[in-house]
């Protein structure tokens, strides 16, 4: 079993910023190193799909956005601290959203949520104003 706990989430204005932090670790699975997967974030907002955020490789080295998040939201990784974050600018009400981290098994990305095993329990983003 792998863990992962989101972070960061909250009530923000239109405009605004947030910054959203996943912490991994492997529970029972000890010989799963979160560090050479791929990681990915996700949301879902309420009464829609859940759809794919951004993704990035194992070492960071190349990062996935969807259109809608393309130019304002920046992915990025810790190894060492085993953990993902999900820098958010100019926010808009249609990002409100439960946003969840997700982690693969394998080195590269991916935008198909169903290529990934593991997922945190969400953290709410709301932009309200």
């Known amino acids: 079993q792998v863990h992962l706990v989101e972070s960061g989430g909250g009530l923000v204005r239109p405009g605004g910023s947030l910054r959203l932090s996943c912490a991994a670790s492997?529970?029972?699975?000890?010989?799963?190193?979160?560090?050479?997967?791929?990681m990915g974030w996700f949301r879902q907002a309420a009464g829609k799909e859940r759809e794919f955020v951004a993704s990035?490789?194992?070492?960071?080295?190349?990062?996935s956005y969807s259109d809608f998040v393309q130019g304002r939201f920046t992915i990025s990784r810790d190894n060492a601290k085993k953990s993902v974050y999900l820098q958010m600018s100019s926010l808009n009400v249609e990002d409100t959203a439960i946003y969840y981290c997700?982690?693969?098994?394998?080195?590269?990305?991916?935008?198909?949520?169903?290529?990934?095993?593991?997922w945190g329990q969400g953290t709410q983003v709301t932009v309200s104003s």
């Open positions: 997700a982690a693969r098994t394998t080195q590269s990305d991916s935008s198909y949520d169903g290529d990934y095993a593991y």
């Open positions: 492997a529970v029972t699975f000890s010989s799963y190193d979160i560090s050479n997967v791929a």
């Open positions: 990035i490789q194992w070492n960071g080295a190349l990062a």
